[in-house]
Structures are given as C-alpha cells and as structure tokens.
C-alpha cells in the first residue's frame, strides 16, 4: 500500500487542522493506521493509531485529549483531527500502514507516506 499525506500548513496557536492520509492499493482495511511526527532536531515520534474498523484507538500523552484519529475504509483514507494545536506540535506528520495490533512502535509499520509539515505559531 503507497500512502500520502496531506491537509498540513500554518495555522496560530490554538487553531485547528485536519490531516489526511490517502491510501492507494489493496487491502487498506486489514491495516492498522498510525500517525507520528518529527520535529526539527528530534527523532520520530508516535501520535495517534487505529484499528482496522475504528474500534481502538491509541494516542500519545501530549496529543490526548486534543487529535482524534479516524479512517474511513470505503474511501481508503485515514485522518488526524488536531485541535487546540500548540507551538510545540509544530513537526513533519507521517502516516504509516501496519501489521496486527495498533501499536506506538514504528517498527509495527511497513509503509510510510512522505509527510506533510504542520508549523503553530505562537
């Protein structure tokens, strides 16, 4: 499966921002999807996965609360929904494909999009 990623930009702090992740292949819905980040200087983090059917989700403690991840497997899309954004969110987002259980790992995942950069200004 080839994924990208879309819908970054600049937006002030406190706004809000929608990402997609379109997928392109067969069998997106047996994927689990995640999403991680790198900021400048820092290496990749974790952000937010999905289950195969959106019943599980899992977030990082610095997103929780204000990002919620959805998919949609009839479009082949997944999305990040980041509210109330920070300075400190400012990062290159990645959406990522994987195997079995949703995980924070990046080992979990096999195909990654090229990235979209999402800057907050304070």
């Known amino acids: 499966v080839q994924l990208q990623a879309s819908g970054g930009g600049l937006v002030q702090a406190g706004g809000s921002l929608r990402l997609s992740c379109a997928a392109s292949g067969r069998g997106f819905a047996n994927y689990i999807m995640g999403w991680f980040r790198q900021a400048p200087g820092k290496e990749r983090e974790f952000v937010a996965a999905i289950s195969l059917s959106n019943h599980y989700t899992l977030y990082a403690d610095s997103v929780k609360g204000r990002f919620t991840i959805s998919r949609d497997n009839a479009k082949n899309m997944a999305y990040l929904q980041m509210n109330s954004l920070k300075p400190e969110d400012t990062a290159v987002y990645y959406c990522?494909?994987?195997?079995?259980?949703?995980?924070?790992?990046?080992?979990?995942?096999?195909?990654w999009g090229q990235g979209t950069l999402v800057t907050v200004s304070s």
């Open positions: 990522a494909a994987g195997l079995g259980f949703i995980s924070s790992q990046t080992s979990t995942y096999f195909s």
